[in-house]
């Protein structure tokens, strides 16, 4: 191809000094070229190179900077290149479902916001299945107990975090009240094909909820304190630890001075370096603890970040110490429906949107890719901010943030949702 | 580190198809795939080093690069070079492509990377009929798949969609394309032109083999004026090249 460069170069040179000739429809020599060629491959295989005149290596470079909706659009060699496993992958929606007539049998789908379509996890296998307490080996759905008939209007928790790529379910309970988890219940969408694998158990056992976060920085599985199967456990009520996906174990980190943080099933979230939580869901009085990773030590909450921590908080979850230098935190003000961002210079919390109809009640949210993502009050839709936009001029008014509502496949209602890397596919 | 003696020493480099040019040696060792052979003194030997998978004017383009990245870059502010290589790219998608594969096979990655970046930015700008009629890509949806495709984006994370209606199919942008294009093919059709002028020329002198086709360094051009620099090499080597006529 390149010995015959100069030539055709300058017998196309003529026709190409007329205007717009890359909209005729006479076909220039690279064309015929290009055609033939494909002719040829097609009669051999039905392959379609990606961009006619490039290798496929070098056009994966170049379609790599293009927003995924685009490339998602223009043929079907793109849009499997977008699912590749070569290829860098988009972020996306994925979430705990559980169903309206069977709320203890939990799903995972992931919604694809490219396709605008929601995806069911393929399930988690049979073995691993196994190794947890599920009441209908039968059934794909992780069993534990969401709704205890003794306890209509309270919601058990079941608590998963997304870290270091990974979604990872680490506490709940079964019918029995032990925990239905004695090892962490992991999915991994990328690289590779999607797979699940169970993670090590964690220190001083399994829990029936916890403190549970992603480390900043992307260090992975953050999980302290709680409530194993007996009721009063004073040392795993202040126990802390630490696990990346790529570790066998759980690596310990400094206790908590008391037992305090077990009464409910908390978020940690991890921003700067820290890991920050409360002992309360929710409103109410409460207390927080911070744990500083690079000191090693706990340090009391600052008390505008305490004052503030009125309802579900998440921060998005770099995947370095670069990304974390500038974290961000978001609290949903669930008695006033408010999303609200942490200044951490001034230690408060500055409202970015104002919805008490959609944020009312909000259960949990989770943060990525320049979105906050809330679980409406009842699981029934997900509210999507944009939280990215630049700063005003000074002096204007910043617009609202735009939002979308997502809303669950039929039937099913949403218990958490978390920020990854969408799945890889073969074809699509 | 351009500057120093022995990185200014000149290097000898021909092409498969008759091109020869003589370089500094930190441009020819820029390009990671002959560097050993640059190091190795190849380029100082009679005939020189055989500069594999690429042809004269393309490695003319690829040596202007490099001369301006790796020579002249310690003097020039980096607005300077991000305006050198936006005028650099300006050309015609075949010569982007025969720059791609040439910057591929001989391991310039800054430039690879470059050419890759141009390739999406003229992507970008463009509707998605617009991106297959210029990419020669065949439209595979039916008219009711891309309804579905096109209807308005609601969101995606990461990057905002900036038009309120979302990716557009439309050509809407004819006018604005056959502006630029215009522009673009008259600039290839002057690169081939001095291109072909410099055919010209080498058959005429036979093997001389010290021709220096503008890639020379220049003193005093370190005021950081890329347009002075390349306008002063145009005429400088119009000028070699009437001289040896």
New interface residues.
């Given amino acids: 191809m390149a010995a015959s460069a100069t030539s055709s170069e300058s017998s196309s040179s003529s026709k190409r000094a007329r205007i717009g000739s890359h909209l005729d429809h006479e076909t220039p020599p690279r064309r015929k070229r290009a055609k033939e060629e494909e002719e040829e491959e097609e009669e051999e295989e039905e392959y379609q190179s990606l961009i006619p005149g490039l290798p496929d290596h070098l056009a994966q470079l170049c379609l790599a900077h293009l927003p995924p909706p685009l490339i998602f659009a223009v043929c079907r060699s793109w849009r499997r290149l977008l699912y590749a496993p070569s290829f860098p992958p988009f972020l996306s929606l994925y979430a705990l479902l559980y169903a309206d007539d069977e709320p203890n049998a939990v799903a995972f789908a992931c919604f694809d916001p490219v396709a605008a379509a929601w995806v069911d996890l393929p399930p988690p296998p049979t073995p691993l299945l196994q190794q947890l307490p599920n009441p209908n080996p039968n059934s794909p759905n992780l069993g534990v107990l969401i709704r205890h008939p003794s306890f209509l209007s309270r919601r058990l928790p079941l608590q998963s975090v997304a870290a270091a790529g990974h979604l990872a379910v680490l506490a709940g309970s079964t019918a029995e009240l032990l925990p239905a988890l004695p090892r962490p219940l992991v999915f991994r969408p990328h690289p590779g094909p999607p797979r699940w694998l169970l993670g090590p158990a964690p220190p001083l056992g399994p829990r029936r909820w916890c403190a549970a976060g992603a480390a900043p920085g992307g260090g992975g599985v953050f999980l302290a304190s709680g409530v194993g199967p007996r009721p009063h456990d004073p040392a795993l009520a202040r126990s802390a630890a630490l696990w990346h996906p790529r570790d066998g174990a759980w690596a310990p980190l400094p206790p908590l001075r008391d037992g305090r943080f077990s009464r409910d099933a908390a978020e940690a979230v991890g921003a700067r370096g820290k890991l920050c939580m409360v002992n309360l869901r929710g409103r109410g009085p409460k207390q927080g603890a911070v744990l500083d990773l690079r000191r090693r030590a706990w340090e009391p909450m600052p008390p505008g970040m305490l004052a503030g921590w009125s309802g579900p908080v998440a921060a998005a979850a770099g995947d370095d110490d670069d990304d974390d230098a500038e974290a961000a935190m978001y609290v949903v003000d669930e008695g006033a429906g408010a999303l609200r961002a942490y200044d951490w210079g001034g230690d408060r919390w500055e409202t970015l949107l104002d919805a008490p109809e959609l944020l009312r009640g909000a259960a949990q949210v989770a943060a990525g890719g320049g979105r906050v993502c809330v679980v409406t009050g009842c699981g029934g839709a997900v509210l999507v901010v944009d939280v990215s936009s630049s700063s005003p001029e000074p002096g204007t008014p910043t617009p609202p943030p735009r939002t979308w509502v997502v809303e669950p496949p039929p039937g099913k209602r949403v218990l958490a949702v978390h920020v990854l890397p969408r799945m890889g596919r073969p074809e699509s | 580190m351009a500057g120093s003696s022995k990185e200014m020493e000149k290097v000898l480099l021909r092409t498969?198809?008759g091109g020869s040019f003589v370089v500094s040696r930190c441009v020819a060792a820029a390009m990671v795939a002959i560097s050993c052979e640059v190091e190795a003194g190849e380029g100082e030997r009679e005939g020189g080093i055989l500069v594999p998978?690429?042809?004269?004017?393309?490695l003319a383009k690829i040596l202007r690069f490099l001369h301006i990245h790796v020579e002249m870059a310690p003097s020039l502010y980096p607005i300077t070079l991000e305006r050198f290589d936006k005028e650099f790219l300006n050309v015609?998608?075949?010569?982007l492509?025969?720059i791609?594969?040439?910057a591929?096979h001989l391991k310039i990655v800054s430039l690879?990377?470059l050419v890759?970046?141009k390739?999406?930015?003229m992507?970008?700008g463009k509707s998605?009929d617009e991106?297959?009629?210029?990419?020669?890509?065949?439209?595979?949806?039916t008219a009711e798949e891309?309804a579905k495709?096109?209807k308005k984006?609601?969101?995606?994370?990461?990057?905002?969609?900036d038009d309120e209606k979302?990716?557009s199919v439309e050509k809407d942008k004819?006018i604005e394309?056959?502006g630029t294009?215009?522009g673009k093919?008259?600039r290839?059709?002057d690169e081939?032109g001095s291109?072909?002028k410099d055919n010209h020329i080498e058959n005429k002198k036979g093997t001389n083999r010290e021709e220096e086709i503008h890639v020379e360094s220049k003193e005093g051009a370190s005021t950081g004026k890329d347009k002075q620099i390349e306008d002063k090499e145009e005429r400088e080597g119009a000028r070699r090249r009437r001289h040896s006529e």
Avoid at chain 2, 131 to 141: A, G, S, V
Avoid at chain 2, 153 to 161: E, G, N, S, T
């Fill in positions: 498969a198809d998978n690429v042809t004269r004017p393309v015609s998608v075949d010569f492509y025969h791609l594969l040439a591929y690879r990377d890759c970046q390739v999406a930015d992507m970008k998605i991106i297959r009629t210029t990419f020669n890509i065949p439209n595979e949806y891309m495709i096109t984006y609601p969101w995606i994370f990461d990057q905002q969609l979302g990716i004819n394309n056959e294009s215009k093919h008259k290839t059709a081939l291109v072909e």
